[in-house]
């Protein structure tokens, strides 16, 4: 039989300054009252073969109700388990952690001839039958192929996502473009997230952003086609 590489990720906000709440999630699963909360009902593997594996003497006869659903008891027990094992997975060396754009994201894996290739893999894969709300109560970003959470008006802590938003709905919600006028708080707005446009001239606006970045944006093919060019003479006046 062939093995495959299998990996298993989740991902926290790459600002966050704390380590995930993990005792907040667990005070929120013994808060719920509503076993539609949980995604027992959307598991990859039967629902039987994981809770054999986080519930000790598991029973389906006791265990499930009339639906095959877990009890709410059951379920919160399976939860806590699920939370525990991630926290150790976390702290593991089976896990590492990378930094991409937004986001900082724990990795395990490797090679698997179809059981996990590690615990800790099992361990991240079993978190997303949590509730969407659990993760983000620690912290857990549910699907970070999508854009960074907002930040609701937060706005010592605007994202990125939040400054596109606002431009696109700027003129998109107004009946007219007032020209210059759009620029200057267009200008202002990118200001939460970078150097304001406005606050140096144009060669040094490049040449500070090729510094952040570590790349000259004129080698980048979308990038360069927003690019003025300019002069010496130019930049002078």
């Given at each position: 039989?062939?093995?495959?590489?299998?990996?298993?990720?989740?991902?926290?906000?790459?600002?966050?300054?704390?380590?995930?709440?993990?005792?907040?999630?667990?005070?929120?699963?013994?808060?719920?009252?509503?076993?539609?909360?949980?995604?027992f009902?959307?598991?990859?593997?039967?629902?039987?073969?994981?809770?054999?594996?986080?519930?000790?003497d598991?029973?389906?006869?006791?265990?499930?109700?009339?639906?095959?659903?877990?009890?709410?008891?059951?379920?919160?027990?399976?939860?806590?388990?699920?939370?525990?094992?991630?926290?150790?997975?976390?702290?593991?060396?089976?896990?590492?952690?990378?930094?991409?754009?937004?986001?900082?994201?724990?990795?395990?894996?490797?090679?698997?001839?179809?059981?996990?290739?590690?615990?800790?893999?099992?361990?991240?894969?079993?978190?997303?039958?949590?509730?969407?709300?659990v993760?983000?109560?620690?912290?857990?970003?549910?699907?970070?192929?999508?854009?960074?959470?907002?930040?609701?008006?937060?706005?010592?802590?605007?994202?990125?996502?939040?400054?596109?938003?606002?431009?696109?709905?700027?003129?998109?919600?107004?009946?007219?473009?007032?020209?210059?006028?759009?620029?200057?708080?267009?200008?202002?707005?990118?200001?939460?997230?970078?150097?304001?446009?406005?606050?140096?001239?144009?060669?040094?606006?490049?040449?500070?952003?090729?510094?952040?970045?570590?790349?000259?944006?004129?080698?980048?093919?979308?990038?360069?086609?927003?690019?003025?060019?300019?002069?010496?003479?130019?930049?002078?006046?």
């Amino acid at each position: 039989m062939g093995s495959s590489m299998l990996t298993a990720t989740i991902a926290v906000p790459a600002d966050r300054e704390q380590p995930p709440a993990f005792d907040e999630g667990r005070r929120m699963i013994k808060k719920i009252i509503d076993d539609g909360l949980f995604l027992f009902d959307d598991l990859e593997s039967p629902l039987e073969e994981i809770l054999e594996e986080l519930i000790e003497d598991f029973d389906p006869n006791v265990h499930l109700d009339a639906d095959g659903s877990p009890t709410l008891e059951i379920a919160k027990t399976a939860s806590l388990q699920i939370i525990d094992a991630l926290e150790n997975a976390l702290n593991s060396p089976e896990t590492d952690t990378i930094n991409v754009p937004g986001y900082l994201i724990h990795v395990s894996g490797g090679l698997s001839t179809g059981d996990a290739p590690t615990e800790a893999a099992d361990a991240i894969w079993n978190a997303y039958y949590l509730s969407e709300i659990v993760l983000r109560a620690m912290g857990f970003i549910p699907d970070y192929s999508k854009p960074l959470s907002r930040t609701n008006g937060n706005l010592g802590h605007v994202t990125d996502t939040d400054v596109i938003d606002a431009i696109a709905l700027g003129p998109g919600t107004k009946p007219k473009w007032s020209g210059a006028d759009e620029l200057v708080w267009i200008a202002d707005t990118i200001g939460f997230v970078r150097p304001h446009p406005g606050d140096r001239g144009p060669r040094d606006y490049r040449k500070e952003f090729t510094e952040r970045h570590d790349f000259d944006p004129v080698q980048d093919n979308f990038l360069t086609g927003y690019i003025n060019r300019y002069n010496d003479a130019e930049d002078e006046n």
